[in-house]
């Protein structure tokens, strides 16, 4: 409660009914001044943000350490002690994309004039050797250069379908036999293709692919909270059970793999700070096995906990739902990675 004293004027200044109390019966505004000191705007906003940080830790601590527990309590109507679900779930969801955006790579960058250079002297250094140059070696030699540049411009137009360029596909699609040329469908997908291979590297496909995927990851794992939580849905009983109630536990869960992966990130990339040598890999290591190891028990002790059924019951359920939302997202995740690898720029 605000420790603002009360307007002395009894009239809402949000509905204007007669507040009889410290707050209004129609619309439950608090009639307060909302003028305020400097001194009382400081001490409010510590006051916000001090609740904020706790109800954010209490929120972070229950999730990780104890499955169920955030849902079994949003559900019994203890709601102002924690962080709502969704505003939990797009929080943590913002946090670990940006996050993980933020961080690049470790990686040896070489200019492209450098690597043309160091791949032409290996394949010199390979193919001739001191005293034995003469001409019978010479076409040899060329012919060996010609095929190794051949199977690097193979190399850097990956799904070429037989075609190097999109000029070939119009010309096909257009003069070609019959027999020859593409449905509307299929034309349209390797003219996509072709467009991508033809105007980058593979270097490029590649950095451009980990920025749009990574970019537009959160949008495909959002839309799909709403199939889990389906399926959930389907496999209780739908008189206890409401769906909204597998949306609530839904949330939870993918915040807690969220929070998770962002930890396990974080801690990679301290360890990259310090030195090379077993320890710090052997530590490493193992705190990704108790983790990624803690991201898959987790599911378990969740669900018997929150849907009460018996240890058998709910191990055989969780099995079955695993099995089918790991069919569905490998599916998910192969149509997104070809519809956002076929809208690259």
């Known amino acids: 409660m605000s420790k603002n004293p009360q307007r002395k004027d009894k009239t809402c200044l949000n ?31 510590f006051e916000d943000l001090t609740h904020y940080e706790n109800a954010f830790w209490k929120t972070i601590k229950n999730l990780i350490l104890k499955p169920a527990t955030l849902t079994k309590e949003y559900l019994s109507g203890k709601r102002l002690s924690y962080l709502a679900p969704i505003r939990l779930y797009i929080f943590i969801s913002f946090i ?17 004039d450098t690597n043309t250079e160091q791949t032409t002297d290996l394949k010199i250094n390979k193919l001739i050797h001191p005293g034995e140059l003469a ?24 799904f070429n379908f037989g075609i190097k360029t999109v000029r ?12 020859d040329k593409y449905s509307s469908f299929e034309y349209s997908v390797i003219k996509k293709v072709l467009t991508v291979t033809e105007n980058n590297t593979v270097d ?36 206890r059970w409401y769906y909204f109630d597998h949306g609530i536990f839904t949330l939870h869960y993918f915040s807690f793999l969220l929070v998770l992966i962002l930890i396990l990130f974080l801690t990679d990339k301290i360890f990259l700070l310090f030195e ?10 193992l705190i990704n096995f108790a983790g990624f190891g803690w991201m898959i028990y987790y599911f378990f002790p969740a669900h018997h906990r929150f849907y009460g059924e018996s240890r058998l019951m709910s191990f055989v ?10 069919i569905i997202i490998i599916l998910l995740l192969l149509l997104f990675s070809f519809y956002t690898f076929i809208n690259l720029h």
């Open 15 to 45: 509905c204007r009914y007669v507040v009889q109390n410290r707050f209004c019966s129609n619309c439950g505004q608090e009639n307060i001044d909302i003028r305020k000191t400097f001194h009382q705007l400081f001490i409010h906003f």
């Open 96 to 112: 670990t994309f940006f996050l993980i955006g933020v961080f690049p790579d470790k990686k040896i960058e070489l200019s492209s």
């Open 135 to 158: 001409k019978d070696n010479l076409d040899s030699i060329q012919k060996t250069i010609n095929k190794s540049v051949e199977l690097n411009d193979q190399a850097e137009k990956p």
């Open 168 to 179: 070939e596909l119009d010309s096909i699609q257009e003069f070609g036999k019959v027999e």
């Open 204 to 239: 490029e496909i590649v950095e451009k692919f980990k920025a749009s995927f990574l970019h537009d990851f959160p949008k495909v794992l959002f839309i799909y909270l709403p199939i889990f939580a389906f399926f959930l849905w389907l496999f209780h009983n739908k008189k």
């Open 276 to 285: 090379e040598s077993n320890t710090a890999n052997f530590i490493s290591g």
């Open 317 to 326: 359920k969780t099995i079955f739902l695993f099995f089918i939302n790991f």
